[in-house]
Nanobody, 121 residues
């Protein structure tokens, strides 16, 4: 199972970005997909997650500004980020958990390589 994230970049305070992530590898279904981020000198933290049936969870710091969505048919997850602030600057990682493939079911976490988001003040 591989996760490929894209959409990061440099944006000014108040701007928007949309992150995309697609999972590949003969996948039948994915229970949970989400986004985490890690700023320099800090631990990786949850940003938002979404289940295959549409339940979502957000970090308090991004509620009302970020929206997570999934396209189950494409094994994809998206993160629309609005009203970005300098404190949102981080490497954003795509995550998939509970993946059913042609070979087996994997309860472990899968991670993408990360995409850099930089918000200038």
């Amino acid at each position: 199972v591989q996760l490929q994230a894209s959409g990061g970049g440099l944006v000014q305070t108040g701007g928007s970005l949309r992150l995309s992530c697609e999972a590949s590898g003969s996948i039948f279904s994915i229970n949970n997909m989400g986004w985490y981020r890690q700023a320099p000198g800090k631990q990786r933290e949850l940003v938002a997650t979404a289940t295959s049936v549409g339940s979502t969870n957000y970090a308090n710091s991004v509620k009302g500004r970020f929206t997570i969505s999934r396209e189950n048919a494409d094994n994809a997850v998206y993160l629309q980020m609005n009203s970005l602030a300098p404190e949102d600057t981080a490497v954003y990682y795509c995550n998939a958990q509970g993946v059913a493939t042609a070979k087996a079911f994997y309860g472990m976490d899968f991670w993408g390589k990360g995409t850099q988001v930089t918000v200038s003040s």
